[in-house]
């Protein structure tokens, strides 16, 4: 598999690493490389200091399937995914670049939604941000149900999300999703951007997302 890996040069190895999870977007895009289109969201973290990996996951870019995805072909897919994020920490653990005791998951939309389960099956993993996330009002295959996995997610979660997401309502969706976590409720937190739908401002997330890695991962060496 592919994955790319955005390195900062204002700090000091081993780096702090956080993984990247697309949205949905990125089962429509050919090519990796158009990843970067969309970096409004993560391009601050190297320029922080924190390395930053996207990895390809199956479904998406160089990796895309023909045909349509149905319920078994989803059930793979969130399958091969939870195999994508594992070897992706099994290589960044093999440089010397990276800090493998300090990597954190960031799952946008798809990342933050129907991706959940891959982050309770890897506890490498020292934080996690779910942004634009929520759960589904239909359920899935019981093997890949978040609902079936958020109880088993004890890492520091911070959720971000819009009052007005029409993908992830608040109180239908975004509220189940962080009630269900198993994460003790003082190393959770849920922050609403009044105003805001299914993208939250800019600004404010990545403020929210420095303080949150500075918090658990430590601030980054320079």
Known sequence: MLANILLPKNAVPPYQAVIWFPGSYADGLKSSDRELVFSYYFDFLPRTGRALIYPVYKGTYERQ?????????????????????????????????????????????????????IVALEPRLKAAILLAGGLKTEVGPAEIEPLNFLPRIRVPVLL????????????????PLFKLLGTPTEHKRHVIFEGAGHVPPRLEVIREILNWLDHYLGPVGR
């Not at 971000?160 to 509220?175: C, I, K, Y």
């Open 65 to 117: 399937e023909p045909g349509q995805v149905g319920a078994s072909r989803l059930r793979d897919r969130v399958v091969q995914w939870s195999k994508d994020l594992g070897r992706t920490i099994d290589y960044l653990e093999s440089r010397s670049d990276i800090d493998g005791d300090k990597l954190a998951y960031y799952g946008f939309s798809t990342g933050a939604a129907a991706a959940v389960p």
């Open 160 to 175: 971000l999300a819009g009052r007005n997401d029409f993908h992830f309502p608040v109180e239908t969706s975004q509220a």
